[in-house]
């Protein structure tokens, strides 16, 4: 029908509003300004307003998380990494000195297990990371020795060192595994090392084999298979092929992965030039096509969300920056609010929303789509002065891992946090209208605040700890309701 058509049709329909109302959904539905509409363009249009609504509720919803609950101490080092094995449904934790804790899906330990290579004296050895090859079901440890081992978690031993890859041209820091879903012989091991090299082993028949083995060894034998790094370079192993590249110069490479959807490596540093290069491979080339962001003060880390097409750096300036991977010239955004530099980023994929940790222990949660800071976490923390943080969130089980040196705290999303929440979890002590943005704040005597939406009643930010435990006594706003003024039973009074 015709845009008249339909104006007059739907007016006798709905029987109220006004007919350029009805105009206006007209040519929303008709994008390609045809001059009318039929049955299916106006169902597709429904259907996708639905969907995006739904999405914007979902990236609304502030998580809630139970108390944070710090795990049995059994690190006597520093934590390196942390990662969930799906198969088996557990934890793994790792340590600097080789010690392997694991925690069954109800976070009770298990187990713990050290390992270790012969190459040098345990003294003087660094586990520095670990990566789940899911495909194959076992796990690869990174140490300063230049080695990578390859854990074979089927043995029937306690853990079985089936590979290990010897005479890397740097030390290992940073690691990440993909392998294809479809067909899981195709996986990709990626390596960063303190040289600012960025390596790749890209196995074609890893279900078979990850390396070449000798002709009267099977990979069932319980013998370790010792490989040669020059061995890989030079294409002995005829399974595996390398790929690699050192923009990042003489920087440690602090973080690298590969993602399937860009068919990219990814792989940042902590300088100003070359922060974050992207590599893709070219067909029926060896080399890697490459562009790089240069980022102020360089960055401590990444994440990237194929769902948004966006990578989000962790910057030193105490900012977040989000990139389209394709337009690298500015930032498409920038999150600011942060006192201190920006540790880690994590996407909450089915939210749309942002985890960062900072320096100074502050947990936030951002809505990516509006970029502003809607849950604000502080003072849950340990007291450690200075720290090294690990930093692992598993979405499905929606919990967030964090290490502080040997210390391992968790916090875990309630299961209503998908549920709009009416109220605060302690008494209300004040209440203010906000007319200039139409929000209603709220406080509590635990220290908490909270913006809420008149219209809707959806709550849009929530920060704690504001008066440390203090209870907030009153509240006022400015002349132009852009600063709200709070003050506490301690006798302190902020403004914000």
């Not at 010690?99 to 040098?120: A, H, P």
């Not at 041209?169 to 993909?178: A, C, E, Q, R, V």
Request: charged letters at 20%; glycine letters at 6%; aromatic letters at 10%.
């Amino acid at each position: 029908m015709s845009k008249e058509e339909f104006i007059e049709r739907t007016y006798a329909a709905v029987g109220h509003g006004l007919k350029e109302e009805y105009g206006d959904l007209f040519d929303k539905i008709d994008v390609s300004r045809e001059g009318f509409i039929d049955w299916d363009k106006l169902t597709s249009f429904m259907l996708l307003e639905l969907y995006e609504k739904d999405e914007r509720v979902k990236s609304s919803v502030i998580p809630q998380w139970r108390d944070i609950r710090s795990l049995p101490l059994i690190h006597k080092e520093n934590i390196q990494k942390v990662v969930y094995l799906k198969g088996s449904c557990r934890y793994v934790t790792l340590s600097k000195d080789g010690l392997l804790g694991v925690w069954g899906e109800n976070l009770k330990l298990q187990r713990s297990l050290r390992i270790c290579t012969d190459t040098v004296k345990l003294k003087d050895l660094w586990a520095t990371g670990l990566v789940f090859l899911a495909n194959v079901n076992k796990i690869a440890v990174a140490f300063t020795s230049k080695e990578i081992c390859f854990y074979d978690l089927n043995s029937k031993q306690d853990i079985f060192c089936q590979y290990k890859l010897q005479g890397l041209p740097g030390t290992p820091i940073s690691m990440d595994y993909w392998h294809d879903h479809e067909d899981g012989n195709n996986a990709i091991l990626t390596i960063g090392d303190v040289n600012g090299q960025v390596q790749a082993i890209c196995f074609t028949t890893a279900l078979i084999s990850l390396f070449e083995r000798p002709a009267n060894s099977t990979e069932d034998q319980q013998t370790t298979l010792y490989i040669a790094w020059n061995e890989l370079v030079s294409g002995f192993h005829k399974c595996c092929s390398i790929l690699k590249h050192k923009l990042h110069e003489s920087n440690w490479v602090r973080q690298v992965s590969y993602s399937s959807h860009l068919e990219a490596f990814l792989s940042c540093s902590t300088s100003d030039n070359n922060t974050v290069i992207l590599a893709w491979r070219e067909k029926g080339k060896t080399h890697l096509r490459t562009t790089s962001l240069n980022i102020t003060k360089g960055i401590n880390g990444f994440d990237y969300d194929s769902g948004l097409n966006i990578i989000a750096t962790a910057g030193i300036d105490n900012k977040i920056c989000l990139w389209n991977p394709y337009v690298i010239s500015k930032p498409n955004g920038i999150l600011q609010g942060n006192m201190a530099s920006v540790m880690t980023v994590k996407f909450i994929s089915n939210r749309k929303q942002l985890l960062s940790f900072s320096k100074d222990k502050v947990l936030r949660v951002w809505d990516v789509h509006h970029q502003v800071c809607i849950q604000r976490l502080a003072g849950i923390f340990p007291k450690t002065l200075e720290f090294q943080l690990t930093f692992y969130f598993y979405e499905l089980h929606g919990r967030l891992f964090l290490s502080f040196n040997n210390q391992l705290a968790v916090l875990e999303m309630k299961s209503e946090a998908s549920k709009s929440v009416a109220s605060h979890e302690k008494p209300v002590t004040c209440v203010l209208y906000n007319s200039t943005f139409k929000q209603v704040i709220s406080s509590d005597i635990g220290s908490t605040i909270t913006f809420w939406m008149i219209d809707t009643g959806r709550k849009i930010k929530q920060f704690a700890g504001c008066h440390g435990n203090a209870e907030i006594s009153t509240m006022a706003l400015d002349a132009s309701e852009t600063r709200l003024l709070t003050g506490s039973t301690d006798g302190t009074v902020k403004v914000r």
